[in-house]
């Protein structure tokens, strides 16, 4: 079993910054993939990020492309979501992934979820 555990969520007005953090204990493999998803409020989770290894290849949804920097660290069991320039519609739970295939398919059903932490953004 792998368990992951988010931080850094938290309020932040438009045009702020947020750093997420992800970090995997239990049962880990370094040569998979990482992630980051989001839920807003009467909407489906969506793909935000992905990454298979430190300074690997990475994904991100066009929505978050220029703006956010996801990395990899600690023997790859640490993720973080750098968001820069963040607006008010990047308000949700995002929740941190991972799974044993290397793969950035934005569709990959991920084996392992975090709690997920909240952030908003205030205009």
């Known amino acids: 079993q792998v368990q992951l555990v988010e931080f850094g969520g938290g309020l932040v007005q438009a045009g702020g910054s947020l750093r997420l953090s992800c970090v995997a204990s239990g049962r880990t493999f370094s040569g998979g993939v990482m992630g980051w998803f989001r839920q807003a409020p009467g909407k489906e989770r969506e793909f935000v990020a992905a990454?298979?290894?430190?300074?690997?290849?990475?994904r991100y949804a066009d929505s978050v492309e220029g703006r956010f920097t996801i990395s990899r660290f600690n023997t790859n069991r640490t993720v973080t979501l750098q968001m820069n320039s963040l607006k008010p519609e990047d308000t949700a739970i995002y929740y941190c992934?991972?799974?044993?295939?290397?793969?950035?398919?934005?569709?990959?059903?991920?084996?392992?979820w975090g709690q997920g932490t909240q952030v908003t953004v205030s205009s």
């Open positions: 990454i298979t290894r430190n300074n690997g290849p990475k």
């Open positions: 992934a991972a799974d044993s295939r290397p793969l950035l398919l934005p569709n990959l059903r991920y084996a392992y």
